[in-house]
DNA sequence: CGGTATCCAGCCTGATACTG
DNA sequence: CAGTATCAGGCTGGATACCG
């Protein structure tokens, strides 16, 4: 939504922050949900969290992720791995060997992300039953249009 | 990302739940990024949590909504409550009344959500900063591509 | 092995117009 | 006022090919 990832271009054109709007919030407030949406713009390339989720308690090589995520193309694992390192969630460490090695870890800063998308994580894990439910109640009370 | 609305057509074609993949989890593994994903992808639509965010006080009418969000087009707006409605985030009310009047209002369930979100919301205010500090660092570090 | 650049398809999004 | 339908555009994301 805001991943400025199209074709591996300007890389930083589309950070656009606004100044102002610093109210003392709760974290749960309208005006909050900006900031939030940066995050989950952040998390919802639907790729980052993977990552992050993998690189959580050991620190991997290119390939490794490649082959941990599973689905991820190199593009997309290159382009989210840039991000995150440009965020400062992951640092990137080059071996100059001879067949190259480049290994990810984890930072503080994305263990801490990490942790706090545990929370909705949870959440998740509590009422995806419900909204499940939920889904197929609505789905259901709407394609009853074939009665008679 | 898993939005579902194209062309306000077919609502619950795409979610294909696959069942297994039942591990007991803190929440934060590896396995229970998916849980998240769908969930982020619920609320990453960009609209959903401004919506839900703007329900959290009190019960709205569509058009305030659509005043209260300012940016959103109708159609994003109907679409986005439609899915809320869906998931039992929200509940509509329709008073058959000669101008109609639909009342909005967040369940239990969209204020727990609220509630999650507003974790990741703390932590986007704690380490906005630190974030944007990174990026103008590995900006910088990355644009100093013109010496000599 | 790790990474970049290009091509291309699909989806999301927004604007507009019309109906009840 | 509330909502639906259609059209067009932008961006995301995947596959492929090639370089260091």
Tied chains: 1, 2.
């Excluded at 990832?5 to 930083?12: F, G, L, S, V």
């Excluded at 919030?25 to 919802?44: F, H, K, Y």
């Excluded at 100059?96 to 801490?112: D, F, I, Q």
């Excluded at 545990?118 to 259901?140: F, K, M, P, S, V």
Aim: proline share 6%.
């Amino acid at each position: 939504m805001a991943t400025h990832q199209n074709t591996a271009r300007d890389p930083q054109q589309r950070t656009a922050p606004p100044p102002g709007a610093q109210v003392p919030n709760d974290g749960s407030g309208v005006a909050e949900c900006r900031q939030v949406l940066q995050i989950i713009s952040l998390v919802g390339n639907k790729w980052s969290i993977l990552v992050i989720g993998h690189l959580r308690d050991r620190t991997l090589r290119f390939s490794e992720l490649h082959r941990a995520v599973d689905g991820i193309s190199q593009r997309m694992l290159t382009l989210t791995l840039r991000q995150l390192e440009r965020d400062g969630l992951l640092t990137r460490t080059v071996h100059p060997t001879v067949p190259p090695h480049v290994e990810y870890a984890l930072t503080t800063l994305g263990t801490t992300l990490l942790d706090s998308v545990a929370t909705l994580g949870r959440w998740a894990t509590t009422h995806r039953q419900e909204i499940d439910d939920n889904r197929l109640h609505y789905d259901t009370a709407h394609s009853a249009r074939t009665p008679t």
